[in-house]
């Protein structure tokens, strides 16, 4: 039985998470996946040509290798995973969950304020913190 993109990114992210925890690099590999899900965004190709079966695999590791080398070796542990296995078409679900995973790890909460009139500053800094 097939696994959906959520299933994917959730057991994924979990995994991501842990082993970045463990490291002790938590922060790294988060601030690495926003800067990757930023890429992705600005580049479709990108997933597009990780994720084509018919381009040899040497071939995607040399592109991988061409965009990740200022990532952290944990990162990049976890790229060579996900090419191994065929999972880069779930990439933005999987660091869209790791993103939710990290949040509640650090209590950190989002949302919007919708207000009929202007804020002041002193207003928007009660809301924020």
């Known amino acids: 039985m097939a696994l959906s993109r ?18 002790k690099k938590l922060d790294e590999v988060h601030e690495d996946m926003n800067v990757l899900l930023q ?20 071939q995607k590791e040399e592109f991988l290798s061409s965009f990740s ?3 952290s070796s ?9 090419l191994e296995y065929g999972r880069f078409n779930a990439l933005t679900e999987i660091i869209k969950a790791f993103d939710a995973l990290y ?3 650090k209590n950190i909460a989002s949302g919007t304020a919708v207000s009929a009139i ?12």
């Open 6 to 23: 959520e299933e994917i990114a959730s057991r994924y992210s979990k995994a991501l998470f842990a082993y970045a925890q463990d490291a």
């Open 118 to 129: 202007n804020l002041d500053e002193d207003e928007l800094n009660r809301i924020l913190f």
């Open 74 to 82: 944990e990162t990049k542990n976890f790229l060579e995973f996900l």
């Open 103 to 105: 949040d509640e790890d």
């Open 69 to 71: 080398g200022e990532f």
């Open 39 to 58: 890429v992705a965004k600005e580049n479709p190709d990108m997933l597009r040509l990780l994720s084509d079966p018919i381009i040899r695999k040497n």
